[in-house]
């Protein structure tokens, strides 16, 4: 049955959708000898898929992974980084790290550490970061100073960012400290830098920030030991099964 090849490309685990698109860009593939083009539509069981001049067929498709890692600071959550610094992909081993198709899912910052999910599974990676699914995303922040509940509160209902207001947050206090304040933000959102930048906005510099949860997949969960930074973890059938129904759920 003919479909996207975006689509097939990431549900084979070739690459998420937005790295087959760039593929597709970039003249790496080719459907019956003839460069693709986006949007082009295929039949996997007539066609012959090729990426960098290597057949795709499903029986090649590698077994699908899901890993849940805690990223540390001074490391991009990217495959790779013209500037040459460390990606999410080093913190693996080898086989893990070749051919695989492995690829964060989203992003978080470069000075930031926390959860990221690691997939092969391109199709579940586009539900998950899809806008209209609004997966929500848990962090733990230590700010500068003492922000007034007046503060907060307008954190809450949105603030201008790119001329464009924020959505809703829920942000809470965890702990007051001499001239710091830990809190935790659960958004449903993840524009560029977001929390540092409204935070900054509204006086209160972000000092760390951890991400500590996405959707129902949590960082440190009951009954699995603890996750070290720069150290990952297979996540287990209940948690996958849970990020599915998160993405089902969210749709309606």
């Known amino acids: 049955m003919e479909a996207r090849l975006q689509k097939i490309l990431s549900q084979w685990g070739v690459a998420s959708r937005r790295q087959a698109e760039e593929m597709i860009r970039q003249s790496r593939v080719r459907i019956n000898g003839t460069l693709a083009h986006i949007g082009q539509k295929v039949d996997p069981d007539c066609d012959i898929i090729t990426v960098d001049g290597n057949p795709i067929t499903v029986a090649a498709r590698p077994e699908l992974i899901y890993l849940l890692l805690n990223k540390p600071v001074g490391v991009v959550s990217t495959c790779d980084d013209p500037q040459g610094r460390p990606t999410v992909l080093d913190l693996l081993p080898q086989e893990l790290n070749s051919g695989q198709g492995i690829h964060p899912v989203g992003r978080l910052d470069f000075e930031s550490t926390g959860a990221l999910i690691l997939t092969n599974d391109g199709e579940l990676t586009y539900q998950l970061t899809h806008p209209r699914h609004s997966i929500s995303k848990t962090y733990r922040v230590l700010l500068q100073g003492h922000p007034s509940e007046s503060v907060l509160e307008t954190w809450r209902q949105g603030v201008i960012l790119d001329g ?89």
Do not use: C, M, W
């Open 164 to 252: 464009r207001k924020t959505r809703k947050a829920l942000v809470r206090v965890i702990k007051r400290l001499a001239n710091q304040t830990s809190i935790e933000i659960v958004l449903k959102e993840g524009r560029n830098r977001q929390i540092r930048r409204v935070a900054e906005i509204l006086g209160y510099p972000v000092i760390k920030l951890q991400r500590t949860a996405i959707g129902p997949i949590k960082l440190h969960s009951p009954g699995q030991s603890f996750l070290p930074e720069g150290s990952y973890r297979s996540l287990t059938d209940l948690e996958i099964g849970n990020l599915h129904s998160s993405v089902s759920i969210s749709s309606y």
